[in-house]
Nanobody
Framework: QVQLVESGGGLVQAGGSLRLSCTAS????????MGWFRRAPGKEREFVAT????????YYADSVKGRFTISRDNAQNTVYLQMNSLKPEDTAVYYC?????????????????WGQGTQVTVSS
């Protein structure tokens, strides 16, 4: 079983940037797709971004496309989410997840390992 730990969350003003990290331990995640999801207060968890096992393919939710960038360093067993031009509506707990497969997916049921989450708060 893989353990995922997110870091890098915090409080930022609208228009600012944050970089989230997700480090895996227990086993390598280099052969699996990874994803970021978020849950805003009072809302359901939603997909944010995903990256395939090699890092060559990515896919984003429309709400973050052009502002967020997902990347990975398989040698470090780490996935990143660079978030720019942040908006108050980006405020949420952000979760890292490891997929069951190599392919990208926006569906949470395709992910079988989840981190505890990191809070991102964007003030207006």
């Amino acid at each position: 079983q893989v353990q995922l730990v997110e870091s890098g969350g915090g409080l930022v003003q609208a228009g600012g940037s944050l970089r989230l990290s997700c480090t895996a331990s227990g086993r390598t995640v280099s052969g699996y797709a990874m994803g970021w999801f978020r849950r805003a207060p009072g809302k359901e968890r939603e997909f944010v971004a995903t990256i395939n096992w090699s890092g060559e393919m990515t896919y984003y939710a429309d709400s973050v496309k052009g502002r967020f960038t997902i990347s990975r360093d398989n040698a470090q067993n780490t996935v990143y989410l660079q978030m720019n031009s942040l908006k108050p509506e980006d405020t949420a707990v952000y979760y890292c997840a490891a997929s069951r497969t190599q392919a990208i997916s926006a569906m949470s049921h395709n992910y079988n390992s989840w981190g505890q989450g990191t809070q991102v708060t964007v003030s207006s």
